[in-house]
């Protein structure tokens, strides 16, 4: 009878708990029901461009899947804009080069299975004839996915700990009693965020560091820049996981927002190549900060990019701060009324 009574005490707190129940049975098909989309979408097209094709050629070839393009030129700075993975130019008709952007092995391969159409018994002579705008022919995967992997982890362990600082700072009735002094609502989240943010920058620091020269990932560009983007990725993690906090009761609470706010992140931050997700489904990936976060890092650190070619990302996550900022002080003032 005692074991009875405490299951069924069990099962009225869990029955009371909506949020919980949420989690338990519509989390696991969410994220289910993406990676469905996203591992059975179709395979990469890739965009790749011909260049002086001679005549001899035109009719021995079927180059209809192709590009047509004038001029080196506009082919590589259409490759350098995204819009062009690669193209074949046949200056040297007896021996064509190929161009590939190169920072993602899955694109690359994507290129080369197309232009080996073109030449099908050529394969070995045409991939030792292969120029890389970024990257090279050694870069593994690894360093493909690195960046992305690095924010992610990143935004993750910052949400996860400022969440959980903030709520327990609730719980605990320290922010009670600071909403019942003359301190005011901004300054107090301003304070929480350069608080937390300064260990946040030493914890930017370590895990760039470490990932760098010690997992060696591949590094073109600066690592100062690298830092600018981390730390402002991590300060939109902070702003976002004290926000959230404040809809949370306790500890269980504030984790069950990592299936529905971090993990669906990392399907649309560039790990899977978002040409190849529905259209329909692909709009999640430009309202998330690990979008842009993910941009910008494969810029600086596979592309070598410089601070300018950085702005619009940085200027994206700084926008998130500041509409999670904003938000914050909207939150704080529930709990001042109260």
């Known amino acids: 009878m005692r074991i009875r009574g405490f299951v069924i005490r069990i099962l009225q707190q869990l029955l009371r708990d909506k949020r919980t129940l949420a989690l338990m049975f519509l989390a696991p098909l969410l994220i289910l029901s993406m990676l469905s989309l996203v591992f059975n979408s179709d395979d990469y097209d890739a965009k790749v461009a011909i260049l002086d094709l001679p005549q001899q050629l035109e009719a021995k070839v079927d180059t209809s899947d192709f590009e047509t393009y004038s001029g080196t030129d506009k082919a590589l700075s259409d490759i350098k804009n995204g819009k062009l993975d690669g193209y074949i130019s046949f200056d040297d008709p007896s021996s064509p ?8 092995p899955t694109v690359n391969g994507a290129v080369m299975k197309k232009v080996q159409t073109l030449f099908p018994s050529d394969s070995q002579k045409l991939s ?8 090279s022919k050694d870069m593994e995967m690894f360093d493909s996915f690195g960046p992305v992997l690095l924010g992610f982890f990143v935004f993750f362990f910052v949400f996860l700990i400022s969440g959980v600082s903030f709520l327990r700072e609730r719980t605990t009735g320290t922010l009670e009693r600071l909403l019942a002094s003359p301190i005011k609502i901004w300054e107090m989240v301003a ?14 620091s370590l895990i760039s560091w470490y990932s760098i020269y010690v997992l060696d990932m591949m590094m073109k560009g600066s690592f100062f820049n690298l830092l600018i983007i981390i730390v402002s990725l991590s300060f939109t993690a902070l702003t976002l996981g004290i926000l959230l906090s404040a809809f949370a009761k306790n500890e269980l609470q504030m984790m ?3 299936p529905i706010v971090v993990v669906p992140q990392i399907f649309f931050s560039g790990l899977f190549n978002l040409d190849t997700i529905s259209e329909w489904l692909s709009w999640i990936g430009p309202i998330t900060p690990l979008y842009y976060a993910a941009d910008a890092l494969r810029d600086v650190m596979i592309r070598g990019f410089g601070f300018e070619d950085l702005l619009l990302n940085l200027s994206v996550l700084i926008g998130f701060s500041l509409l999670f900022i904003v938000l914050n002080v909207a939150a704080l003032r529930k709990y001042r009324k109260i």
């Not at 080069?97 to 993602?104: L, N, P, T």
């Not at 030792?128 to 970024?134: A, G, L, S, T």
Request: aromatic share 16%.
């Open 256 to 258: 069950q927002f990592i």
């Open 97 to 104: 080069s190929i161009v590939i952007e190169g920072s993602d």
């Open 191 to 204: 304070s929480y965020v350069i608080g937390f943010g300064i260990v946040t920058l030493l914890q930017a």
């Open 128 to 135: 030792d004839q292969i120029e890389f705008v970024y990257g």
